[in-house]
């Protein structure tokens, strides 16, 4: 494998990262859709499995940020190391 195709091989991952991080974000406004239609639908439940089911939907948001840095990040370091490459 030549340099060019190292190089090529990257910005392949960092395209494939790039969808990943679009359906990640598709997945979260749905989500979030969900998670308000869940408020709603239970508000004022005292049963237990609602109540955790809506608190793993609220914490999504945040696993979704974390995600979605960690995307940029690994996109970020592959063109610092294809600059690198020169």
């Known amino acids: ?3 060019d195709e190292v190089k090529a091989t990257i910005r392949s991952g960092n395209d494939s990262a790039e969808h990943g991080k679009r359906t990640l974000q598709e997945a979260a406004e749905q989500a979030a859709a969900a ?3 869940a408020q ?6 005292q049963d237990e499995d609602a109540r ?5 939907l609220e914490s999504l948001g945040r696993e ?4 979605m840095r960690r995307f940029d990040a690994a ?3 592959a063109d610092a190391y294809i600059a ?3």
């Open 1 to 3: 494998m030549n340099l």
């Open 84 to 86: 690198a490459l020169g």
């Open 52 to 56: 955790a089911g809506l608190a793993i």
């Open 64 to 67: 979704v940020e974390l995600t």
């Open 35 to 37: 998670e308000q239609l």
């Open 75 to 77: 996109t970020a370091q």
């Open 40 to 45: 709603l639908t239970i508000h004022s439940s």
